[in-house]
């Protein structure tokens, strides 16, 4: 009997996690609705809501004793789950386009400026360059 409180307030946890997670998602879902996703980050949202839906009807299956693993339920979290992969590849992708690149002498010169007034550097001469 114990055993069966203990699980049974694990499992509140849990759904009182999942539900503050989905209120999230669907403060997501709206600013997608307004437009203000870009479309990687929709198709993402996407593919999260429908991993969410089907893993939530396979966790209702098997509370009710139904052996969801030949339902056509686990060919769609198969099919998701290559979706987001798919999708996180080419997020990689766009993410790798450039490094960003500092021009260093300009660096220099801005901040030698900020500490040493308009004509000269805190540390010497303008353009003088010391390493550290």
Not at 80 to 95: D, P, S
Request: glycine content about 8%; overall charge positive; hydrophobic content about 35%.
């Amino acid at each position: 009997n114990l055993d069966l409180q203990d699980r049974l307030v694990e499992l509140d946890d849990k759904l009182s996690h999942f539900e503050e997670s989905f209120a999230k998602l669907l403060e997501v879902a709206s600013k997608e609705r307004q437009g203000r996703l870009s479309q990687l980050e929709a198709a993402k949202l996407r593919t999260a809501l429908a991993y969410s839906l089907n893993a939530l009807y396979f966790v209702y299956m098997r509370t009710q004793g139904v052996d969801p693993t030949d339902h056509p339920v686990m060919e769609e979290l198969e099919r998701v789950k290559k979706l987001n992969a798919e999708i996180l590849r080419v997020a990689g992708k766009r993410g790798t386009k450039r490094p960003t690149t500092v021009d260093a002498a300009a660096a220099r010169r801005v901040v030698s400026h900020a500490l040493g007034g308009a004509g000269g550097s805190a540390s010497g001469s303008p353009g003088k360059r010391t390493r550290k």
